[in-house]
T-cell receptor, first 114, second 114 residues
Framework: EAGVAQSPRYKIIEKRQSVAFWCNPI?????LYWYQQILGQGPKLLIQ????????DSQLPKDRFSAERLKGVDSTLKIQPAKLEDSAVYLC????????????FGPGTRLTVL | AQSVAQPEDQVNVAEGNPLTVKCTYS??????LFWYVQYPNRGLQFLLK??????LVKGSYGFEAEFNKSQTSFHLKKPSALVSDSALYFC????????????FGTGTRLLVSP
């Protein structure tokens, strides 16, 4: 079974530029998550989708971050414009659907904002 | 609000010795508890979880964890450490009412010396 796929793996941009990350969850998984992991910290949930609907986006900085999950499969996370403090690893995870289900993580995208 | 504490930034242990990585949690209601491991430039890999039932949970790679409700702890253990166990370990908690939202601790780096 293929795992969660993410691209790109690394991205370096200047502040005020825009960037987008892509995630393909495990086949059949209804729930998709985007996490932000700043160096030295644990992952922090940015947004959670159930199929193509948003369940939780309370910690998403909506003035600059946006995410979508068209057709309930792939997802993209966008930052526009980027700030220095957005430098982090962006992790995508997926799970079947039940609250007891395990979340499976992709390899992440390391973003550096200069 | 849910929270997780990992009181040790780093744990050092010699190969062949038992290891313990500590985790305490705070939730309203019943917790769902998880341990993940992160190797350099990799995403998080699931080790084990406690949902209900037996307080001693066995997981991947010989790891186990014990749920202690009175002490609100979920410490990760392994009887005999390997050098290859050296990595960053994260404890996380969710609740039945939390729509699978995982809250992570800050992580503990495990260093196993030969």
């Amino acid at each position: 079974e293929a795992g969660v796929a993410q691209s790109p793996r690394y991205k370096i941009i200047e502040k005020r530029q825009s960037v987008a990350f892509w995630c393909n969850p495990i086949s059949g998984h209804a729930t998709l998550y985007w996490y932000q992991q700043i160096l030295g910290q644990g992952p922090k949930l940015l947004i959670q989708f159930q199929n193509n609907g948003v369940v939780d986006d309370s910690q998403l900085p909506k003035d600059r971050f946006s995410a979508e999950r068209l057709k309930g499969v792939d997802s993209t996370l966008k930052i526009q414009p980027a700030k220095l403090e957005d430098s982090a690893v962006y992790l995508c995870a997926s799970s079947p659907s039940d609250s007891t289900d395990t979340q499976y993580f992709g390899p992440g995208t390391r973003l550096t904002v200069l | 609000a849910q929270s997780v504490a990992q009181p040790e930034d780093q744990v050092n242990v010699a190969e062949g010795n038992p290891l313990t990585v500590k985790c305490t949690y705070s939730v309203s209601g019943n917790p769902y508890l998880f341990w993940y491991v992160q190797y350099p430039n990799r995403g998080l890999q699931f080790l084990l979880k406690y949902i209900t039932g037996d307080n001693l949970v066995k997981g991947s790679y010989g790891f186990e964890a014990e749920f202690n409700k009175s002490q609100t702890s979920f410490h990760l253990k392994k009887p005999s450490a390997l050098v290859s166990d050296s990595a960053l370990y994260f404890c996380a908690v969710s609740t039945p009412e939390g729509f699978q939202k995982l809250v992570f601790g800050t992580g503990t780096r495990l260093l196993v010396s030969p």
